[in-house]
């Protein structure tokens, strides 16, 4: 064989080796808009499901989480919300959301919630500037949530997100933050949602008044809600 076919193929070698090699050190990725199973453990611990969101103001995949939650939820106790829009600058902007106030259970099934940040990502929920909304996050998350903080480390801080190339779901975005996510447990075990139930493309168009009329006669949100009651009970 001449000198020049074998430096082409070491050439192609070594370029096959660099695109797979990430995958040999960490073959698995993290799927993005789909529950997938963290642990085996009920955190719940009585015969009740509980539900956590943890979003921002001005998410847009947050958003669309929130009509699928509330037409869920209000099978199963009283919500208190506000309405508003995501970020205008944002992919999908001014998506229609419903904004969590409270929410008393009548039922097995208990629900928390969590917002991060502000409609624009450029402050925490409460109007505060941070350096680094990350960190900033993870701290939020693990005072509020600390038997699922370590999965949120894990699965969106360091562990990489499908089609992320080779980057967690964390630094996906600009800036770098916690996205938003579900996490159900109950005695089927722990669940995690990264991202959205549904798509927000699927509101393009709609409202928040015409949602809060039309939620339920609407094919994709209750799609949506058939995805959470499969981890329910």
């Given amino acids: 064989m001449r000198t020049k076919d074998l430096v082409v193929l070491l050439a192609v070698a070594i370029f096959i080796l660099l695109l797979t090699l990430p995958y040999l050190l960490q073959p698995f990725e993290v799927p993005l808009n789909t529950f997938?199973?963290?642990?085996?453990?009920?955190?719940?611990?009585?015969?009740?499901?509980?539900?956590?969101?943890?979003?921002?103001?001005?998410?847009?995949?947050?958003?669309?989480?929130?009509?699928?939650?509330?037409?869920f939820l209000s099978h199963y106790g009283k919500v208190s919300f506000n309405v508003s829009y995501s970020d205008p600058y944002d992919a999908y902007p001014n998506t229609p959301a419903v904004i969590f106030l409270n929410f008393t259970p009548n039922s097995s099934v208990h629900f928390r919630f969590l917002y991060l940040y502000n409609r624009y990502l450029n402050a925490t929920a409460n109007g505060t500037v941070v350096s680094n909304f990350v960190s900033y996050g993870l701290?939020?998350?693990?005072?509020?949530?600390?038997?699922?903080?370590?999965?949120?480390?894990?699965?969106?801080?360091?562990?990489w997100a499908?089609?992320?190339?080779?980057?967690?779901?964390?630094?996906?975005?600009?800036?770098?933050?916690?996205?938003?996510?579900?996490?159900?447990s109950g005695e089927k075990g722990t669940y995690m949602l990264i991202g959205s139930v549904v798509s927000p493309s699927y509101f393009s168009g709609y409202n928040a008044t015409y949602l809060l009329k039309n939620y339920s006669n609407l094919s994709f949100i209750q799609d949506g809600v058939d995805v959470l009651e499969e981890y329910v009970g």
Avoid at 41 to 64: E, H, L, Q, R
Avoid at 141 to 151: D, R, W
Avoid at 164 to 184: D, K, L, R, T, V
């Fill in 162 to 184: 499908s089609g992320s190339f080779f980057q967690p779901a964390a630094y996906m975005g600009s800036p770098p933050h916690i996205p938003s996510f579900i996490i159900i």
């Fill in 139 to 159: 701290e939020a998350i693990k005072a509020e949530f600390p038997q699922f903080y370590p999965y949120v480390k894990e699965y969106i801080t360091q562990k």
């Fill in 36 to 71: 997938f199973k963290v642990s085996s453990t009920d955190y719940a611990k009585g015969n009740y499901t509980c539900i956590v969101f943890v979003s921002w103001y001005g998410c847009p995949y947050g958003a669309a989480d929130s009509w699928v939650l509330y037409a």
